[in-house]
């Protein structure tokens, strides 16, 4: 069992969100291929939100699994 908190953790919700991620790609590429500009800018708004909470967790996993034991 991961302790609350831990880098494993973080790196699970990571990997979730990476396939959420993928899931919101492919999304854009259906859009793209229809030629809908507009809803193919909001998918790409949350692509960019996704990237951003990715990005804080793996910071979040990195910190932890640097900082000592208690």
Do not use: F, I, W, Y
Request: glycine share 2%; net charge negative; no cysteine.
């Amino acid at each position: 069992m991961t302790e609350p908190g831990s880098a494993d953790e973080a790196l699970g919700r990571a990997e979730e969100l990476l396939e959420r991620l993928k899931a919101t790609r492919e999304e854009l590429e259906r859009l793209a291929a229809q030629e809908d500009a507009e809803a193919a800018v909001e998918v790409l708004t949350e692509l960019a939100e996704l990237a951003k909470e990715v990005e804080a967790e793996l910071a979040k996993a990195r910190a932890r699994a640097n900082a000592p034991s208690p």
